[in-house]
């Protein structure tokens, strides 16, 4: 399979150059690999680096168009990150902590309004019991019966 506008050179079994079509270094790849890949770019071939880079700008503008829908920015994120102390608002652990990359923004279902930011596993925690109060209390008694056994 030949890329439009991408010089193919063929060199290995099953491998193939390709140059990147952002800084134009040539580089190997696999073939089912540019097969799969090439229809889904366009074609078009991105080394390591240039892939890396795309990667954090686009991880940024996820954030962002992530925050829109809550109608927050970026720096009210990060004071509301800031006043919780980066700390999950339920388990008190910071993302790092728990492996994650970044905490979520947790919202009522109901009316929209921004809640604070948590962890994932307690933003489940909370989806799972509806966001009811009681089902909460439910657990917690439910727990706290069968703490000795």
Sequence with gaps: MRAMGATVYRRRKGRVTVTCAECGVAFETIRSQMERRGSVFNNKFHSRECWKAWRIKSRQSRLNKHLQRYGMTEATFQALLQAQNGVCGICQNSAADLGQHRLV?????????????????????????????????????????????
């Design 105 to 149: 923004v947790d919202h009522d279902h109901a009316t929209g309004r921004v809640r604070g930011l948590l962890c994932r596993i307690c933003n489940l925690g909370l989806e799972r019991f509806k966001d009811d109060p009681t089902l909460l209390i439910s657990a917690i008694k439910y727990l706290g019966h069968h703490a000795g056994t």
